[in-house]
């Protein structure tokens, strides 16, 4: 996983930065080095949405070196979604399906097996630094979809928070619509942990003449 988010990493920053992106990315790497320690569990956590806080680390370690570097806030939101764009961006028809799979499986019967068991997953904390989720299925409160997100307790929140970078975590909530609208959904925000909020909310609609 490190290898793939990082080629998007490296083909971004060498096209923003040509002459000093080798300095940011070793930068980066160095403020990786001591970040990724405190997301050392994501990678067997037992709950799979910490599994995206590695990366969500490295966004964080790229964001420290850019501010070091003097670059201003709206610079390092613009390198960090094209960063995103190029990680997420499906790289051949296969994967462009596989990621519109989803909605059109909300109300039948395997999605909802399938919601069931992500509920079960995220529900439960699998570290102390890490998420806790609860999956919606009220059609009334998700816009008739039947489902949607309440985080309630955000590792990313946290991570960004303790690294004094919590203005930050609004460029991942970015991140998230751009993931989103890959799959054929628009995301509706009201609020995150990080900025005061009960919850990190997660509302979605299907996009008109989308699946």
């Not at 569990?41 to 003097?70: H, Q, T």
């Amino acid at each position: 996983m490190a290898a793939n988010y990082k080629k998007a990493f490296n083909r971004v920053l060498k096209q923003a930065f040509p002459k000093e992106y080798k300095a940011l990315l070793d930068e980066t790497e160095q403020h990786f080095a001591h970040i990724s320690k405190d997301v050392a569990f994501a990678a067997r956590s037992a709950n799979p949405m910490d599994r995206r806080l590695d990366f969500s680390a490295y966004f964080l370690s790229l964001i420290k070196a850019m501010e070091k570097s003097g670059e201003p806030y709206d610079a390092i939101r613009r390198v960090c979604l094209a960063v995103a764009t190029e990680y997420v961006r499906p790289k051949n028809r296969l994967q462009a399906f596989l990621k519109r799979l989803p909605p059109k499986l909300m109300g039948t019967r395997i999605g909802r097996l399938l919601t069931d068991s992500l509920h079960k997953k995220v529900s439960v904390k699998g570290h102390e630094d890490g998420f806790e989720a609860h999956i919606i299925t009220d059609k009334a409160e998700t816009y008739g979809l039947g489902y949607g997100v309440n985080i309630t307790a955000c590792g990313i929140c946290k991570l960004f928070d303790k690294h004094d970078s919590g203005k930050y975590t609004h460029i991942l909530c970015e991140v998230d619509k751009i993931t989103t609208s890959l799959a054929g959904l628009e995301m509706y925000r009201t609020g995150t942990i990080s900025g005061g909020a009960a919850v990190c909310d997660f509302r979605y609609r299907k996009k008109l003449g989308g699946a």
